[in-house]
């Protein structure tokens, strides 16, 4: 039985930063007003975020710990890493941190290309319309061009249609390597997350076994249990791993904006008791 009590914590949220719509600022008063207790903002690849975030949560009486998730390619497939309790000014991870994003705005020219092939034209400058940081022009801001150019309804649609393998606007790209974005945030005194590990639908059971064993010895110590990717049978199926691998367990909704996210901040079933909180390591 864990001995930390279930508080909401809301471990995995973004803003205007990377590819949420709201700001920091936004974000802290909607976990307060939702009854978040412990919350991280968890910008993709970038730390821009952290200190507005952070002022924002302590003005509300809101814990916070400094978060981010890393875009990272492991065994030729994309997977996200989360660090958590990061000193955002460490200068490695800030450093490792540019150099994945580095490649994203020369990604976001040749998916605008494969778009304009299929009569789509604008998208470059449409998708950057919507980035709040034009640092991490991302698939998302594509998503919300092509709703808006009401070539799909919603984001869902696009994600399907789109974007993704096989669809048009898909690029393939080489995210950080998982051994130094976990290196990255344990030096920044992080500790680090498999993010919504039920995503990763296109790694056999086998590559999975291999993804927790190899990220426990490099030093990976949680994984996402209970997160807005995961359906309710997902949530009792990553429980199960967190204890069959020896991992602490995180929660978080994975907010990106009220008209897009399913789930709300801090709106989730808490952490089964009998697994060990991934806040438990900053106590
Ligand atoms: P990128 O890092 O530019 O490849 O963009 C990845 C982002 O696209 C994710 O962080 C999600 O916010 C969004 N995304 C990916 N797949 C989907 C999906 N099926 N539905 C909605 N959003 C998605
Ligand atoms: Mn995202
Ligand atoms: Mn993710
Ligand atoms: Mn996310």
Known sequence: MSSFSPINADLHSHSVISDGTLTPEMLAERAKANGVHLWALTDHDELG?????????NALKLDYLAGVEISVTWMGETIHIVGLGIDDQHAGIIEGLRMTRDGRGNRAKLIAEQLLKVGIPGAYEGALHHAGNHDLISRTHFARFLVEAGVCKDTQQVFKNYL???????VPHMWANLDNAVAWIKAAGGVAVIAHPGRYSRLNAMQMDELYKHFKDIGGL?????????????????GKIAQQYGFLASRGS????????HIDLGNLPLLPDHLTPVWSAFH
């Open 222 to 238: 949680a994984i996402e249990v209970i997160t807005g990717s995961h359906t309710p049978d997902q949530y009792q199926t990553f």
């Open 164 to 170: 993704v393998e096989d669809k048009p606007g898909y």
């Open 254 to 261: 994975d907010f990106h904006s009220p008209d897009e996210s």
């Open 49 to 57: 975020g952290q200190n507005r975030a952070r002022a924002a949560a």
